[in-house]
């Protein structure tokens, strides 16, 4: 059975502060809007925000400091308050009325003190002018910044090819449906069913400029010859899709075993081979134990994708590595290559490229549940090795655990779904935590 339950009520400020929890910093996320402007942000940058404690009707705004900042999110106190953190409030700096020092003034908007500590100063000016003295602030076109971090080539209407979430060994045509914040909504356009919709980041390695597949030798499933022109549709550029390294030939060999994170079931790195080498670097992937007789559960791997590994991988990063159901235990590699007679695909045709990052585990995020990709969860890192994630979903068991590359764009930082306007799935388990107005927060949902 399906749970929505609908993010307006998810308040993550409180719930990081609730379970001591840091977020991921933006500047990880090299997909995410404002990431490279995002360092600069900091506690201690000065912002001009509404003013939400003030008696009269119109907008009016007031000077806040940054007390502390997860994902797009920042803990505000405004200015004056002093040490007093019980008026701190919690601020999409994105989607917020906030902006730069100085914007009131520009814009002939008055600054108001809260009536609270209206009382405190008889000369706020002054107060003001030291307080503001050699401190931070937002650059001047933050906000035009990020609407136009928000921009995506991709439009509606527009054509790719895409993974056949049915069978994931071919592709199909999609139509992009639905642009949130760089991902996709697409719909399979040989499907009649309504609600048959597959949803992506524009950055994924599932979805393909139309002709791709052709071009690699990949199945695709079309239903005419002319399927690469359809009059009355634009088709999405090739410059549009993310890059992979190029190469001619790749040197994995039909046959090669290695260790690949399972398509099906991301919780699980597995034994696997190469079924079948394509052309520009492309190779489709086998999970040993679980293929499906006619190969539609093969999976395109790029050879240089961080997904997959070579022979002992996780043997070395102390990780479960699954077996096939009926393989002996305990598994040796050595063993297995004599009884299969097969090759460990070697070590150098793997992508051995160190990503320097700053993932933690603990740290929180937002991420896509990739079983069910509509669904962006409120997730932990759980496990750093090297450049790969173990993503865990909060409230949920670990077998939904997710291990995902640290430049996945399928991770976002806290906050990311409301600067989309996208819905937040919160964690499964949230319990009813008294806020501090005795209110509950929410219902623990029916498992
Ligand atoms: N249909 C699934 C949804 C799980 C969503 C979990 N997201 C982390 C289930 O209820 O098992």
Redesign the pocket.
């Known amino acids: 059975e399906?749970?929505e339950i609908s993010s307006s009520g998810f308040d993550w400020g409180k719930y990081l502060i609730d379970h001591g929890c840091q977020a991921c910093p933006v500047h990880l996320f090299p997909h995410a809007q404002m990431a490279l402007h995002w360092a600069e942000i900091d506690d201690g940058v000065k912002v001009e925000v509404l003013n939400l404690d003030c008696p009269v009707p119109t907008k009016v705004y007031w000077i806040a400091q940054v007390t502390r900042v997860a994902g797009y999110k920042a803990l505000l106190r405004y200015e004056g308050f002093g040490d007093e953190e019980k008026y701190d409030f919690w601020c999409n700096l994105c989607t917020h009325d906030v902006h730069a020092v100085g914007w009131c003034a520009t814009m002939g908007k008055p600054l108001v003190p809260p009536k609270t500590i209206q009382f405190k100063y008889s000369n706020w000016k002054n107060f003001l002018v030291q307080r503001l003295t050699g401190s931070k602030t937002l650059p001047n076109d933050f906000q035009q910044r990020v609407a136009q971090s928000l921009d995506c080539p991709f439009l509606v209407n527009m054509r790719l090819e895409v993974m056949d979430k049915t069978q994931i060994s071919r592709m199909r045509i999609g139509i992009v449906e639905e642009v949130v914040g760089g991902r996709l909504k697409l719909r399979y356009e040989d499907s009649d069913e309504a609600n048959d919709d597959f949803w992506c980041h524009a950055g994924s390695p599932v979805i393909h400029n139309v002709g791709w597949s052709e071009k690699v030798g990949h199945r695709i499933l079309v239903a005419s010859k002319d399927y690469k022109n359809v009059p009355g549709y634009k088709n999405c550029k090739p410059e549009y899709f993310t890059s992979v390294k190029q190469v001619k030939t790749c040197g994995f060999k039909v046959g090669m075993k290695l260790e690949a994170i399972d398509p099906l079931n991301l919780s699980c790195i597995c034994i696997a081979t190469v079924k079948k080498v394509l052309k520009n670097g492309y190779v489709m992937i086998g999970i040993d134990g679980s293929e499906a007789a006619d190969g539609t559960d093969w999976f395109c791997y790029h050879c240089s994708s961080p997904s997959i590994f070579p022979v002992g991988f996780c043997d070395t990063n102390d990780i479960n590595l699954a077996l096939p159901k009926d393989c002996k235990e305990p598994f040796s590699w050595e063993e297995y290559l004599k009884e299969t007679g097969s090759e460990a695909a070697p070590v150098n045709l793997f992508n051995r490229e160190k990503i320097p990052h700053g993932f933690v585990p603990g740290m929180k995020l937002e991420a896509v549940?990739l079983m069910?990709p509509r669904?962006i969860?409120v997730a932990t890192v759980a496990r750093v090795v090297g450049r790969l994630l173990r993503i865990h979903?909060d409230g949920?068991e670990n077998d939904?655990d997710q291990w995902v590359d640290s430049q996945s764009p399928d991770i976002y930082p806290v906050g990311w779904c409301e600067l989309v306007g996208y819905d937040l799935?919160p964690p499964a388990n949230l319990k009813a935590i008294p806020s501090s107005d005795g209110l509950a927060l929410k219902k623990k949902p029916k498992l």
């Open positions: 399906r749970r549940d069910e669904l969860c979903f949920w939904y799935q």
